[in-house]
């Protein structure tokens, strides 16, 4: 899916906190589409909702969801230039990650 057959999931200013709470994607890298939007079938699971740029690779380039999932890992192809296929997040890490003066920044549009 490309980023401009997103489904929205959210509202304008929604943060990305807010999105992961819905059990929605976040990715606010692309202009002119929704921010937090609907995941595919499959991918709504929490360990696998985070934000584009925590993804590690988990795969290869032209991995089949299949394959990844056989892997025990998270597959989305909705944000170009990061993997398709990555770990998933553990509960653990996304307290750290919500908690982290980072997401923070973040979460506030970058404002301080």
Known sequence: MTPKNRTNCGFPGITSDECFENGCCFDSSVGGVPWCFQPLPNQAEEQCVMEVS???????????????????????????????????????AQADWLASPSSLFLLHGGKS
């Open 54 to 92: 925590a993804r590690k690779n988990c795969g290869f380039p032209g991995i089949s969801p299949e394959e990844c999932a056989s892997r025990q890992c998270c597959f989305s192809n909705l944000v170009f230039e990061v993997p398709w296929c990555f770990f998933p997040q553990s509960v653990e």
